[in-house]
């Protein structure tokens, strides 16, 4: 490996590193807002999708590291660039759901008794930006050193299961909320 693939593989481990930190950070929130909610009355739904969420995030991180380095695949700056443009555009569409979410976002199904589905903020625009903005980045951090495999893969597995989350969420939303 030359000192441009070194250069850029140790970039893209830093940029692995700071993505599974901030997972880490959000369950920490999404724990705290549960607790919030939880004595708001709220319920949880379909908890049994999450472990797999959980283990589809870690091996999608794992997944991109291990395929990078055994395949060892090069940088390509035109194709880091696009990644490096759905990546931030996901982060984007996640926090504008966290912010506009606030003490209501959570990474599991809760929904309060007898409340209006959120619908100013991002959620004018986009009924799922977080799911939305997951799908970019899942699709696109892979790509940013050539990790085509994972992205591919990934993107499918994340593809079905928020198929089975969303249904679920739609589903507790319209059993629990008032008419808009």
């Not at 724990?31 to 797999?52: C, D, M, V």
């Not at 569409?93 to 599991?108: E, P, Q, S």
């Not at 986009?126 to 939305?132: D, E, M, Q, S």
Request: charged share 15%; proline share 4%.
């Amino acid at each position: 490996m030359h000192s441009q693939s070194s250069l850029s593989l140790g970039v893209f481990v830093v940029v692995i590193s700071l993505v599974a930190i901030q997972r880490l950070f959000e369950m920490r929130l999404s724990s705290r807002n549960e607790s919030h909610l939880k004595t708001l009355g709220a319920q949880e739904y379909s908890p049994g999708h999450f472990i797999w969420m959980k283990l589809l995030h870690l091996g999608w991180l794992a997944g991109m590291l291990l395929e990078v380095w055994f395949f060892d695949r090069p940088w390509h700056p035109a194709v880091a660039i696009l990644a490096a443009v759905g990546l931030i555009s996901g982060q984007l569409l996640r926090y504008a759901a966290i912010l506009t979410l606030k003490h209501r976002w959570t990474v599991r199904i809760y929904v309060l008794p007898d409340s209006q589905r959120i619908q100013h903020g991002i959620f004018r625009w986009l009924r799922h930006p977080n799911y939305t903005g997951v799908v970019l980045e899942i699709a696109a951090v892979p790509l940013l050193h050539m990790a085509w495999i994972t992205a591919i893969t990934f993107t499918i597995l994340n593809a079905w299961l928020l198929w089975i989350r969303i249904h679920a969420e739609e589903r507790a939303l319209a059993r629990n909320s008032r008419p808009e």
